[in-house]
């Protein structure tokens, strides 16, 4: 499995769960055209493509192409590249209509096809460094998981450091480990109890 730098930035859950069975990665959804009104989430994508480079994997369909130009505008300043699917026409296996334009989307084409685009698009192999990792056990034992009131903890983490509502706890993780690590994970939530006691 390729382990990229980059944060792989896609459509939609199933484009997600496609290249996460190809590649370690951090992997962004968009929700299709919801990005155009998620300031929290363009900002978290900002950040995370300052922090590591990005690579955008949408659609070759015109929709596709209106979320890929949107985020080239907002990450004009980060390091950028574009992974391109072929136009191959198709319908995804769980639908049950071709699409408007009648091609396959990330999440229909082959994984030779997948892996084919992201090297077309190059991109940098994740190295392991010497910097402490988060880890789910870490979340469960700052109480982010496994109790009745964890949810409530998130939230409050995630609004601390503006980040998106709806980030699950796996990915909530996975961008604290890319933007701040253990020991600033660690500080923040040390404010965060302090804020608590005042």
């Known amino acids: 499995m390729l382990r990229i730098k980059e944060v792989i930035i896609v459509e939609g859950n199933y484009d997600k769960s496609k290249l996460a069975s190809l590649v370690d990665a951090t992997i962004v959804v968009t929700d299709g055209f919801l990005i155009f009104k998620d300031k929290k989430k363009c900002d978290m994508i900002k950040a995370l493509a300052k922090e590591n480079g990005a690579i955008i994997f949408t659609d070759s ?80 034992a700052d109480g982010l998981t496994g109790s009745g009131d964890s949810a409530l903890k998130r939230e409050v983490l995630k609004k601390k450091l503006n980040l998106p509502k709806h980030l699950s706890a796996n990915m909530l993780l996975d961008v604290l480990n890319k933007l701040y690590g253990y020991d600033e994970y660690k500080k923040i939530l040390s404010a965060i109890d302090n804020d608590k006691k005042m």
């Open 61 to 140: 369909d015109s929709a596709g192409f209106k979320i890929r130009n949107y985020l080239k505008n907002i990450l004009a300043d980060c390091k950028v590249r574009h992974a391109y699917i072929p136009d191959i026409k198709g319908k995804e296996k769980r639908k049950n209509h071709h699409s408007k334009e009648g091609f396959l989307g990330v999440e229909g084409v082959s994984d030779s096809v997948i892996l084919k685009a992201l090297e077309n698009a190059g991109f940098e192999l994740a190295i392991d460094s010497d910097v402490k990792k988060i880890t789910k056990s870490d979340f469960f």
